[in-house]
């Protein structure tokens, strides 16, 4: 049975004080339930958050690492490096990461392999823009994406992931995909990864919703049959907004 996951996106916001006062806060509100939360912060706030978070259930990721094991990589991350001070879970291949930074498929597909050798669970992000969706074309960019990023990689690796689906012109704009068309894309990921593997890998593996998911939308989004949780973007800012999701 998949155990859906909501994991907030805190992109590059907060300081290492303020995600400290933000946990501390959330800890007094947060519960036991059946829903798995995440917080995926920036780097430099990740070894406080590791100790704030090691004695609940509550887990912790990171925004992005360099598929390189070690080396001359000025600036970058190493998944060891983040697997070391505790981290459970990796964005890759984010939207803004393939738009401002030149991420390509390739590179993507290189990060998952390295987050599975390090033992850390990939979230991985697929989505259209808004010309490609008008123009029809929204299922064969995702359909692609995945066939790019994931090649390669095992089937047992790729039931343990997660992946995201975030229409990228539902993203900061206040817009937002209907649940119908978040279910309907979210049902064609679990089609395309049972075409490259089998019918128990898309039935294992958990795929979320992502686009400007906010509490007053998140029930009807996350009851939908494909939609195994939420990747929360502005409203996992705000301890109160992002427990009332997680709660949804």
Known sequence: ?????IAGNWKMHKTVSEAVEFVSEFRKLYKDTDIRACICAPFVQLPALSEMLKDTDIKLGA????FAEKGAFTGEISADMLREIGVDYCIIGHS??????????ESVNLKLKRCFEAEITPILCVGENESERDAGKAFEKVGLQLSLDLSGIPSEDVSSMVIAYEPIWAIGTGKN??????????GFIRCVIEGLYDEFVADEIIIQ?????KPDNA?????????DGALVGGASLEPANFMKIIDF
């Open 219 to 227: 029930e009807e989004i996350l009851n939908m049959p494909n939609i």
């Open 1 to 5: 049975m998949r155990i859906p996951l």
């Open 63 to 66: 925004q992005n690492l360099h």
């Open 209 to 213: 919703y992502g686009g400007s998911v």
């Open 96 to 105: 803004e990461r393939r738009e401002y930074f030149a991420e390509t498929d």
């Open 177 to 186: 995909a209907t649940p119908e068309q978040a279910e309907e894309m979210c």
